[in-house]
């Protein structure tokens, strides 16, 4: 089975540019989390998807970064204009909608400089 | 609210020390609580995790850990230490109230000596 995939793994772009992060869950996963790690800080959570709703957005720092998750399957996080605090690893995670919710599956992360 | 303190950002130990890795937690509900290890390069790999069943958790690569409920703590144990072991370790407590988000400590570093 695979396990919860990102791409890119490395991002390196410039002050206003755009970036778009994707995230594919493990297949039959409702359950959708990205997470974000800024230097030196803890991992914060950003949002959770079930299935293509978000069902919880409290974490997202900005109007400047937006979350979808078309069809319920591979989720897009895109941030635009890049502002250089946005520097960080960005997690997706993904866990089942019932038998062990609670157990999250991360995803190798997405280095993201913004210079 | 729900909070997680890992006490040391930085640890190191000799191979074959025991390892003790701290965690505290605030939380008004029964919490989950979970250890996640990052390798070098790698995402985040579950060690243990508990759910409400027995305090002493086991979980992969001979760690441990007990939850305490009257000092709000869900330490991580290994009695011997490994070179393997070397990575960075996050203690995190899962919000119970439908979303099932985490709230990660700051993560420890732990550095294993020849």
């Known amino acids: 089975e695979a396990g919860v995939t990102q791409f890119p793994s490395h991002s390196v772009i410039e002050k206003g540019q755009t970036v778009t992060l994707r995230c594919d869950p493990i297949s039959g996963h409702d359950n959708l989390y990205w997470y974000r790690r800024v230097m030196g800080k803890e991992i914060k959570f950003l949002l959770h998807f079930v299935k293509e709703s978000k069902q919880d957005e409290s974490g997202m720092p900005n109007n400047r970064f937006l979350a979808e998750r078309t069809g319920g399957t591979y989720s897009t996080l895109k941030v635009q204009p890049a502002e250089l605090e946005d520097s960080g690893v960005y997690f997706c995670?993904?866990?089942?909608?019932?038998?062990?919710?609670?157990?999250?599956?991360f995803g190798p992360g997405t280095r993201l400089t913004v210079t | 609210a729900q909070s997680v303190t890992q006490l040391g950002s930085h640890v190191s130990v000799s191979e074959g020390a025991l390892v003790l890795l701290r965690c505290n937690y605030s939380?008004?509900?029964?919490?989950?609580l979970f250890w996640y290890v990052q390798y070098p390069n790698q995402g985040l790999q579950l060690l243990l995790k508990?759910?409400?069943?027995?305090?002493l958790v086991k979980g992969i690569n001979g760690f441990e850990a007990e939850f305490k409920k009257s000092e709000t703590s869900f330490h991580l144990t290994k009695p011997s230490a490994h070179m393997s072991d070397a990575a960075e370790y996050f203690c995190?407590?899962?919000?119970?109230?439908?979303?099932?988000?985490?709230?990660f400590g700051t993560g420890t570093r732990l550095k294993v000596l020849a």
């Open positions: 995190a407590v899962s919000v119970t109230s439908g979303t099932y988000k985490y709230i």
């Open positions: 939380s008004s509900v029964p919490p989950y």
């Open positions: 995670a993904s866990s089942q909608r019932s038998g062990d919710p609670y157990e999250q599956y």
């Open positions: 508990y759910t409400s069943a027995a305090t």
